[in-house]
């Protein structure tokens, strides 16, 4: 539907959130551009501009230079490890951040056609020894993932499910209902757990846990608030009126989406039935009792 025609329809079709959700949202980014002067600044200004709407910071799951991807656009850029470190600690004094995490199949060809690991052709030698890289960069840089982590793709596995929990992460933000993206695994795992649109929860294997708080939808690259209305309205269920979630962007869209964005989101912030929830709010989220789906 072209520009013109939405306006029409929306003209003659309100569409506001659905009266009976009580909505309590959070943002995060899908961090991959951090190297890219295009991108850079204007995840800084967002992230400033995020907290000056809603009182509150979004979460910046970052990728590492450890990652094949990153680490061949830090050398086409001219971003040093140590330039990288410092933009991720400028980072931290406007957002909360976390992990996000791309997989290859072999990191030497991460370009080969179908060589990120996303689902049907899963490795576990691959994912284990990447996430372990990962892991091993923030430690040694002493960047805090402060327990969180956004899957790339929104893959999820069991296998990542039992490091995530092995390494002591405390919420996850891969799983969603969304019908544009997600991931068949956990998609399934959800429905089959009876979890419902908005709901946070557990999942738990070998003796731990980690809390999931669902990435609801993408925000925003529409001119129109009503679509943000209208794609929520179309997943929410009555029968769980409080929705908990996340909504998403990766930082290379900020070129596109800036401005779309923040007009949901002064919206939102005028809303009576919506609040933002911030760094505070995780740690309530992670230690609270949850439903259960053991793996």
């Known amino acids: 539907m072209n520009d013109v025609l939405k306006s029409i329809y929306y003209a003659v079709k309100s569409e506001p959130l659905h009266p009976g959700m009580r909505l309590r949202l959070g943002y995060v980014f899908h961090t991959e551009a951090i190297q890219d002067p295009k991108y850079w600044p204007l995840l800084l200004r967002f992230c400033s ?15 590492t230079p450890e990652n094949a991807r990153i680490n061949q ?3 086409e850029f001219g971003v040093t490890d140590e330039e990288y470190v410092a933009r991720v600690r ?6 909360i951040i976390g992990h996000h995490g791309h997989y290859y199949q072999d990191p030497a060809n991460h370009t080969a056609a179908e060589g990120e690991i996303r689902g049907d052709n899963y490795h576990r030698e691959p994912l284990t020894d990447q996430f372990g890289n990962d892991l091993s960069w923030f430690r040694n840089n002493g960047v805090d993932h ?3 982590y956004s899957g790339g793709w929104w893959f999820m596995h069991p296998d990542l499910v039992a490091l995530l929990i092995k390494e002591d992460y405390r919420v996850d933000f891969t799983f969603t209902y969304s019908p544009v993206f997600g991931h068949a695994w956990s998609k399934k795992l959800m429905r089959e757990g009876g979890i419902r649109f908005g709901e946070v929860f557990r999942v738990e294997k070998d003796g731990g846990s980690i809390a999931t708080v669902q990435d609801l939808i993408g925000c925003h690259n529409t001119p129109f608030v009503q679509d943000f209305s209208r794609h929520m309205n179309r997943l929410f269920n009555p029968d769980w009126p409080e929705v908990t979630g996340v909504v998403n962007s990766h930082d290379f869209n900020l070129d596109r989406n800036y401005e779309f964005t923040f007009k949901v989101l002064r919206f939102l ?3 009576p039935q919506v609040s933002f ?4 709010d995780l740690d309530e989220m992670a230690a609270s009792r949850l439903r259960v789906i053991p793996l």
């Not at 501009?49 to 990728?63: F, L």
């Not at 929830?277 to 505070?280: A, I, K």
């Open 49 to 63: 501009d995020y907290k000056n709407v809603t009182g509150v910071e979004p979460v910046c799951t970052i990728m």
């Open 73 to 75: 656009q830090m050398r």
């Open 90 to 95: 400028k980072l931290e004094s406007v957002a």
């Open 146 to 148: 402060n327990g969180l």
């Open 269 to 271: 912030a005028t809303q």
């Open 277 to 280: 929830w911030g760094r505070e």
